[in-house]
């Protein structure tokens, strides 16, 4: 699941009161694509299911819906991103609740896809590695409006700073919370890391958690780690 997803999940529940999503296994994604999912069925059933913005998950959902099982779930309408799904013989997936009236489109989060991130482990670049010199104290000129920073240096900072406020719960602990704190690199973010944060997070009552920048990461692991910048992981975590 990475930022692309979730951030689809965010704009879907923007849309509705309860957000279902669901989840279909990887049989079912090898035969509409011919290709197998990155992360197995149980993975990817872990990672949406902790994703704040899902309430409800429905496990092993055929690629394309079934309006019958739509109708059972009392779902109003499907949300799904600007590009066209279309099933293993061309057709588009989507076409019966688009007919109905029950279909809502959400932007697509540039700059980045699984795709791009495959492409960083097999072609070893580093070019996604954040820039040193970029001035931290700038993010909240960079988040709430112009600045004269130079924009090509900063255009993808500052599209992950505006991010990085949608995604915040903006929750602060109260006085007689216990505070956690761990940290980590959390590099492609994945179900063992979410299982590791639900423990954490059983022992307190408020958790901090701290995400190590590309350079340490890089000192410690090498070759072209961290795979996600800190950006990316930030908003994983």
């Not at 902790?50 to 109003?76: F, H, Q, S, T």
Request: proline share 3%.
């Amino acid at each position: 699941l990475q930022i692309g997803h979730a951030n689809a999940l965010r704009q879907a529940k923007m849309l509705c009161d309860v957000s279902v999503v669901g989840v279909s296994t990887d049989e079912e994604v090898y035969r509409a694509k011919g290709v197998l999912p990155v992360m197995n069925t149980e993975e990817r059933y872990t990672a949406v299911e902790g994703c704040k913005w899902v309430d409800e998950m429905v496990k092993d959902v055929p690629y394309a819906p079934d309006m019958r099982m739509i109708d059972e779930l009392n779902i109003d309408f499907i949300v799904h991103g600007e590009d066209v799904a279309v099933d293993q013989d061309g057709n588009d997936v989507y076409a019966a609740a688009k007919a109905q009236g029950r279909f809502k489109i959400i932007k697509r989060t540039e700059g980045v896809s699984t795709t791009d991130l495959v492409g960083r482990m097999l072609l070893m670049t580093k070019e996604h590695h954040t820039d040193r010199d970029i001035d931290e104290s700038k993010i909240h000129e960079l988040s709430t409006g112009p600045s004269n920073l130079d924009p090509k240096t900063n255009v993808k900072f500052l599209t992950t700073s505006r991010k990085i406020i949608q995604f915040s719960s903006n929750r602060v602990p109260k006085d007689t919370d216990v505070i956690g704190y761990t940290d980590g690199s959390f590099d492609l973010f994945h179900a063992g890391h979410i299982s590791f944060l639900k423990k954490c997070r059983a022992q307190c009552d408020f958790l901090i958690v701290g995400v190590h920048s590309d350079d340490v990461v890089n000192k410690h692991r090498g070759s072209n780690y961290p795979i996600m910048n800190v950006h990316e992981r930030v908003l994983s975590v």
